[in-house]
């Protein structure tokens, strides 16, 4: 019998669909093997690296559909073992800055191959620019939408301060650390509403039902949906729709995902403000 384990580190209000009845699914049932024979979540994320590196290979021959295929089914491999490795990391407490920043670097790691791979098949100046301009699309919207997602999840938990990552002197940490929080120090002020309001609980499931849109709306700039869109770009024949959707659909919906999160937290704010200033003027 397998042992179920469940993963609540995640809201499903805001989950891409095939996280929810694909991916993750397949995780939780790979992870009691993973524990059982003490394979490290580093070690998958290496393992997932690897899975990409195949993936670009098969891409590199994208022209002839199976090999489009491949990538898919490897894609999709390495997503699993992309979210298997955040779940054996908890459920082990193992979790660090260096494993952060080896996900992270995984996770980009893999883009970057399949990227390359496609535009040295395409072969062409014009192809490369694209490349590069998608590539640079990608890290930022990648950024943002984990960040925000983050601090979903701690919101809705009604925590308010922000968990600072534990210094480290490793420069390649810091970097990632800073650009991580890059985000958390714009919406800091819907944090600090947050932490001095007399129902943190009831603030929290408001914020989650009216944040969970804006949530939803970001989740398209989840890998799952790059991973399936470069597959069907190669299907139709030209890769490079793959980076134009990089370019132009995906920064509106980071620059819309993003406006309407804060007019969620200002919103809240400005009600929260006006209902402690009601409390205090009682009080008089």
């Avoid at 100046?125 to 640079?136: D, N």
């Avoid at 799952?224 to 980076?243: H, K, S, T």
Wanted: net charge positive; glycine share 8%; proline share 5%.
């Amino acid at each position: 019998m397998t042992l179920a384990i469940t993963d609540l580190s995640r809201d499903r209000r805001i989950e891409d669909p095939t996280n929810l009845w694909i991916i993750h699914p397949a995780a939780r049932r790979l992870l009691p093997w993973f524990l059982a024979r003490g394979i490290s979540a580093n070690a998958v994320s290496l393992g997932g690296l690897a899975l990409g590196t195949v993936a670009a290979l098969a891409y590199a021959q994208w022209k002839i559909w199976p090999f489009a295929l491949a990538g898919l089914l490897l894609s999709v491999g390495w997503l699993i073992a992309d979210g298997l490795d955040g779940m054996i990391a908890r459920a082990t407490g193992t979790a660090s800055p260096l494993g952060r920043v080896l996900d992270g670097v995984c996770d980009h790691g893999v883009f970057i191959l399949i990227y390359v791979a496609l535009a040295l098949s395409i072969g062409t100046v014009e192809g490369w620019a694209l490349a590069v301009a998608a590539g640079v699309a990608h890290m930022v919207q990648s950024n943002m939408f984990e960040s925000e997602r983050a601090r979903f999840h701690r919101r809705c938990k009604a925590v308010a301060m922000i968990a600072l990552p534990a210094p480290s002197r490793n420069p390649l940490v810091r970097l990632y650390d800073f650009g991580w929080g890059m985000l958390d120090r714009v919406a800091a002020r819907f944090d600090d509403v947050l932490q001095h309001h007399p129902a943190p609980a009831d603030l929290a499931a408001t914020y989650g039902a009216l944040a969970a849109k804006p949530m939803r709306l970001m989740s398209l700039l989840s890998a799952n949906v790059r991973v399936y869109a470069i597959f069907l770009a190669c299907l139709i024949g030209n890769p490079r729709l793959f980076w134009w959707v990089e370019l132009v659909p995906l920064n509106i919906i980071l620059i819309l995902g993003l406006f309407q999160h804060r007019m969620v937290e200002k919103r809240l704010g400005t009600v929260s403000m006006k209902h402690s200033s009601r409390i205090e003027g009682i009080m008089k």
